[in-house]
């Protein structure tokens, strides 16, 4: 048995380094605000050392790819560096590498607009791909499964009510507050398949998934997967996978993971890979079960096979009907009523998945939000947050909005409070809570979430990994509606976290400039 202890301290002084990004980005474009290129170059705080499997090279690696994000445009060129520190390795954290290269990216957008006269959101909405357009093949070899884009960005610039924010900054606030709108869409790959990983050069290529089923004797149903639920309801997630083919109630299904002696071989949850490639397994392994119950269904009704169904529980003919509950009866206790090929099959059975194509899905969500900045002191108070987000067909909406949700508390500490600050000589300052700020419940704003549901025609029923996204548009969203609301004197916000002395000292030094 292994025991790890560790106090905060340590954990906060020695634990991963992430999103310490450096960007030197440039948007070529047309006078309409159609986007030519991009050109980039990201240097990468790497730490000391190379962690197994994912290398140094983590996010510097993913940079260049990533970088268009979901949008179209001709001309790309990007150089990455990872820069070798002597800070503690860089391991994924959620929204790995999205979050900088979406804060880069988007909060280049506005000022590009801002220079042409055009709303920010109406210039994303010129550059991004049309449902037409799906799969879509983007500059850097990326390909899109399905979405509607322009849609997305249409509707939470509606439901932010844009209209209205504008309005509302002509007017003035009678505190003296200023009111800022800022948007970021971006996409998330997926439940990256083997060509992936290995085409990485990654030693662990985990391009599958695997799940064990069996119907117990009282006819309920034991799903066995080695993704780990630590978070992501998994356990009532793939219940409902195998509910909607079996339709044995989930109330009598029982998932078991977590255990290795019991469950097949899997690399983990990570990568938001479990709706696709666990929920692909346990689709694939119900699905085979699903013939074999009905063929005994059907020979206990006497029934054509083709004629028979499932219908909540239960095998269903013009003639009758027959409980599953009475197959796994049959098949355990009188086999001697079954033929013998029916009475040798087993219930109880292995399937893996792998999808086809399998570079991944991916899902997607614009966010918008305004704000409230106080000048004098650097406050900011986030009044409104509205997200918009596909993630392909959702198999329990509740679950997707808690890992929205969540996802959006991580961002929103990325852009206003989150730092690990060194000192001259290297030595890590943050060592508690104290100095390592994080959002509580009163620094969170009511965030709105809306569903738009594209199938995705690379996953085995339609549905898209989203567990990272929450966690990568808030930066670039705040960001972009702090810069919005101090425009007449040109303020450009581009350091995270966006703290109120840091914010306060720039919005100083803009107002001397202007």
């Known amino acids: 048995p292994v025991c790890w202890i560790e106090d905060r301290r340590e954990q906060l002084s020695a634990n991963t380094n992430c999103r310490e990004h450096h960007y030197e980005i440039t948007a070529y474009a047309a006078g309409d605000g159609k986007i030519l290129a991009v050109e980039c170059e990201a240097t990468v705080d790497a730490g000391a050392y190379s962690v197994y499997p994912f290398s140094a090279c983590l996010e510097a690696a993913q940079i260049a790819s990533i970088l268009p994000g979901p949008y179209d445009f ?24 999205r979050t900088g290269v979406c804060f880069a990216l988007e909060t280049l957008i506005d000022p590009l607009a801002r220079q042409l006269g055009i709303e920010p959101h109406d210039v994303r909405i010129k550059n991004l791909p049309l449902p037409e357009q799906m799969p879509f093949t983007n500059v850097t070899n990326k390909l899109f499964d399905s979405g509607d884009y322009p849609e997305c960005m249409g509707r939470v610039a509606k439901e932010i009510d844009l209209v209205a924010v ?14 800022g709108v800022g948007f970021s869409i971006f996409c998330e790959q997926a439940a990256h398949g083997t060509s992936v990983y290995s085409g990485w050069g990654i030693p662990m290529v985990p391009g599958f998934e695997q799940s064990a089923i069996r119907l117990t004797p009282d006819g309920g149903l034991e799903v066995r997967v080695g993704v780990q639920s630590h978070g992501q309801s998994l356990e009532t997630t793939l219940a409902q996978v195998a509910e909607e083919i079996l339709t044995i109630n989930s109330d009598d299904i029982k998932v078991v993971h977590g255990d290795t002696a019991y469950t097949p071989y899997s690399t983990g949850t990570w990568g938001s890979r479990c709706a696709v490639m666990a929920g692909g397994a346990v689709s694939s392994a119900c699905k085979e079960l699903a013939k074999r119950v009905l063929q005994i269904g059907a020979h206990l009704l006497q029934a054509d096979l083709r004629e028979v169904e499932l219908f909540r529980g ?18 355990y206790h009188a086999p001697q009523d079954l033929p013998p090929e029916l009475a040798s099959r087993a219930m109880e059975l292995t399937e893996g998945y792998r999808p086809e194509p399998d570079s991944g899905t991916f899902s997607y969500a614009a966010h918008g939000c305004v704000v409230a900045v106080d000048p004098d002191i650097g406050d900011v108070e986030i009044l409104d947050y509205v997200i918009v987000e596909d993630g392909g067909v959702l198999i329990n909406p509740m679950v997707v909005d808690g890992q929205v949700l969540g996802g959006t508390a991580q961002g929103i500490g990325t ?3 989150e730092e690990m600050p060194y000192d001259a000589y290297g030595q890590p300052m943050a060592n508690t809570l104290a100095e390592y700020l994080l959002p509580g419940a009163c620094e969170m704003p009511n965030v709105r979430i809306l569903h738009m549901e594209t199938p995705s025609p690379f ?35 581009d350091r995270l976290p966006i703290s109120p002395a840091r914010l306060f000292e720039l919005i100083n030094k803009a107002k001397l400039k202007s």
């Open 74 to 97: 001709p001309g790309f060129r990007c150089r990455t560096w990872s820069s070798a520190t002597n800070k503690p390795p860089i391991l994924p954290y959620r929204g790995v590498a």
């Open 166 to 179: 504008r309005e509302r900054q002509k007017q003035g606030e009678e505190d003296n507050r200023k009111i």
């Open 314 to 331: 239960e095998i269903r003919s013009s003639s009758g009907s027959v409980a599953i509950k009475d197959i796994a009866r049959t098949w």
């Open 415 to 417: 852009a206003l409070f």
């Open 459 to 493: 996953s085995a029923f339609g549905q898209k990994g989203l567990g990272e996204g929450g966690a990568i548009g808030p930066p670039a969203a705040i960001v972009n509606a702090i810069n919005d609301a101090f425009k007449d004197i040109d303020l450009a916000v």
